[in-house]
């Protein structure tokens, strides 16, 4: 291998082990919001917290805690039972999505931290961030739909569904198959060689 090219790979493993330590730090926030998400449903917002005294007369009622996704916040005092387990469960699977997504961009920094750039391996773990950030980009377009399902009349206007995430998400995963092909090629180029 030239010189430059070893320099070049070498700053490729330098940074992807960077990365990686970046990423597991998301994982970790990702694991937290696995505790507290859950734990505030259950716990959070069953009394109303009235403040002791407010200055010039005002009286407040504090509704204490908002689980949300996606700009789409429920106020967790003013969620039947009902309407929790579905935040719940729909928290859950968009955090799965997104500890999918950082877990699989994890997979692709070790291989490179590795030197395995264009392999088989990494246009895999390619393929499974693309598939995660189609799961992220659905969640992105579930949430306010289930939003104005759970508190219609808070809602003006239209609900605005967005589909970047899975436009992102298929084009990472038509990259990968032509990283998967590259991958190939250069197999079959070094056993010729």
């Known amino acids: 291998m030239r010189p430059e090219n070893e320099a070049r790979l070498k700053k490729i493993r330098r940074l992807s082990k960077v990365l990686r330590a970046i990423c597991k730090v998301f994982l970790v926030l990702i694991a937290v919001m696995f505790v507290l998400v859950p734990g505030a449903l259950v716990f959070g917002g069953w009394g109303y917290v009235q403040p002791p005294f407010i200055p010039g007369g005002m009286d407040v009622t504090l509704h204490g805690t908002s689980v949300g996704f996606y700009n ?90 967005e589909g970047d995430l899975v436009v992102i998400g298929v084009a990472v995963f038509l990259a990968s198959w032509f990283m998967a092909m590259a991958a190939e090629m250069r197999e079959e180029q070094e056993l010729i060689v």
């Open 72 to 161: 789409v916040w429920f106020g967790v005092a003013e969620l039947t039972v009902r309407a929790r387990v579905l935040v719940g469960v729909l928290g859950a699977a968009t955090l799965a999505a997104m500890f999918l997504c950082i877990y699989h961009l994890d997979r692709l920094l070790a291989e490179f931290s590795r030197g395995e750039v264009f392999s088989r391996e990494s246009a895999k773990q390619v393929r499974q961030v693309g598939i995660a950030y189609i799961l992220c980009g659905v969640m992105k377009i579930v949430w306010p739909l289930v939003g104005y399902a759970l508190e219609p009349r808070r809602w003006t206007g239209t609900v605005q569904l």
